[in-house]
């Protein structure tokens, strides 16, 4: 059984955009907006990064990347604390 290793080197910075947030957990809605793309694009950009790094869900996607590229995610934005 060959190893194949994940295509992560071929996602363009848009997609590696797209994944530091689907990591961050935002939702779709959240990722378009902040990004000035519609929520459609966003999940075809998707479907794009899961094909290239051959992952089935967000969490696989997320610990490929993990085992490929460490140190790649973003920071966890904590909540503002208010008071």
């Known amino acids: 059984m060959s190893y194949r290793r994940p295509f992560a080197a071929t996602?363009?910075?848009?997609?590696?955009?797209?994944?530091?947030a689907v990591a961050t957990g935002d939702p779709y809605k959240?990722?378009?907006?902040?990004?000035?793309?519609?929520?459609k694009t966003i999940k075809y950009l998707w479907a794009e990064i899961l094909r290239k790094l051959g992952a089935v869900s967000r969490t696989h996607?997320?610990?490929?990347m993990d085992d490929y590229?460490?140190?790649?995610?973003?920071?966890l934005r904590l909540p503002e604390v208010v008071g």
């Open 61 to 64: 996607a997320v610990a490929l």
């Open 69 to 75: 590229r460490p140190g790649w995610r973003p920071m």
């Open 30 to 39: 959240v990722t378009a907006a902040d990004l000035g793309r519609s929520e």
């Open 11 to 20: 996602l363009t910075d848009r997609e590696l955009q797209i994944l530091r």
